[in-house]
C-alpha cells in the first residue's frame, strides 16, 4: 500500500523552528519526487517545496525561500522540511505528497498541523 | 508567477446534477493542468491530469478538458460523495500554483 506519513508539527513561537519528516512505504522512494504542500487556515492549497531523487538541491517556493530546507534520506524513505525563522503566516496543515511524472501529484499523506504563534 | 483563476469560487448543486467548474490560468499553459478533490480533513485527491486523462480510481462521472489558458472540470452526475472543494493546478512550471478553490455544497 503506497503510504506517506507526516509528522513533526506542534506549535511554535514566531522566530523559531521546526523539522517536519515524511516517511514513505508501497513505492521505489528513489524513482519519485517528494513536494510539500500546504493549507492555510480558511485559504487554498501553496506548493512549498520538492525534492527530486539523485540531486541534494531543493527547489522552494518564494515565500520559503531562504528560511525552508528540503532534504531525503533514501536510507530511511523518508524526506525533511526543516523550517527556520517561522512567521505567523506559516501556519498551516503541511501535506507530503508524491510527485507524478512531474505533472502532478498523485498520493498524499494525511497531513501534519504547524501552529506559529 | 502564473495565476491560476476559478470559477465559481462556490456553487450549489443537486444530487444527480450536471455540473461544470471552469479555471483559467494567466498565460498558456498547454495541457499541464491537474484537478484536486478535497475533503475537510482529509488528504487532497487527484482527479485529472493533463487537463483530462482520469486518474486511476476515479468515476468516470469526471471529466476534463481545455487547453492553453482555459479549462473546466465536469461531473455528470453529482453524487453525495462528491460536495467537497475542487482545486486546479499548473505544472507547466515548477511554482505548480493552485487555483484560489471551488466549494460545491449541497442545494
Known amino acids: 500500500q503506497v503510504q506517506l506519513v507526516e509528522s513533526g508539527g506542534g506549535a511554535v513561537k514566531p522566530g523559531r523552528s521546526l523539522r517536519l519528516s515524511c516517511v514513505v512505504s508501497?513505492?521505489?522512494?528513489?524513482?519519485?519526487?517528494i513536494h510539500w504542500v500546504r493549507q492555510t487556515p480558511g485559504k487554498g492549497l501553496e506548493w512549498v517545496a520538492v525534492?527530486?531523487?539523485?540531486?541534494?538541491?531543493?527547489y522552494y517556493a518564494d515565500s520559503v525561500k531562504g528560511r525552508f530546507t528540503i532534504s531525503r534520506e533514501n536510507s530511511k524513505n523518508t524526506v525533511y522540511l526543516q523550517m527556520n525563522s517561522l512567521r505567523a503566516e506559516d501556519t498551516a496543515i503541511y501535506y507530503c505528497?508524491?510527485?507524478?511524472?512531474?505533472?502532478?501529484?498523485?498520493?498524499w499523506g494525511q497531513g501534519t498541523m504547524v501552529t506559529v504563534s | 508567477d502564473i495565476q491560476m483563476t476559478q470559477s465559481p469560487s462556490s456553487l450549489s448543486a443537486s444530487v444527480g446534477d450536471r455540473v461544470t467548474i471552469t479555471c483559467r490560468a494567466s498565460?498558456?499553459?498547454?495541457?499541464?493542468l491537474n484537478w484536486y478533490q478535497h475533503k475537510p480533513g482529509r488528504a487532497p485527491r487527484l482527479l485529472i491530469h493533463?487537463?483530462?486523462r482520469l486518474q486511476s480510481g476515479v468515476p468516470s462521472r469526471f471529466s476534463g478538458s481545455g487547453s492553453g489558458t482555459d479549462f473546466i472540470l465536469t461531473i455528470s452526475s453529482l453524487q453525495p460523495e462528491d460536495f467537497a472543494t475542487y482545486y486546479c493546478?499548473?505544472?507547466?512550471?515548477?511554482?505548480?500554483?493552485f487555483g484560489q478553490g471551488t466549494k460545491l455544497e449541497i442545494k
Open positions: 505528497v508524491r510527485d507524478l511524472a512531474r505533472e502532478a501529484f498523485d498520493i
Open positions: 508501497g513505492f521505489t522512494f528513489n524513482s519519485h519526487g
Open positions: 525534492t527530486w531523487p539523485g540531486t541534494s538541491t531543493g
Open positions: 498565460q498558456s499553459i498547454s495541457d499541464l
Open positions: 493533463g487537463a483530462s
Open positions: 493546478q499548473q505544472s507547466f512550471n515548477t511554482r505548480y500554483t
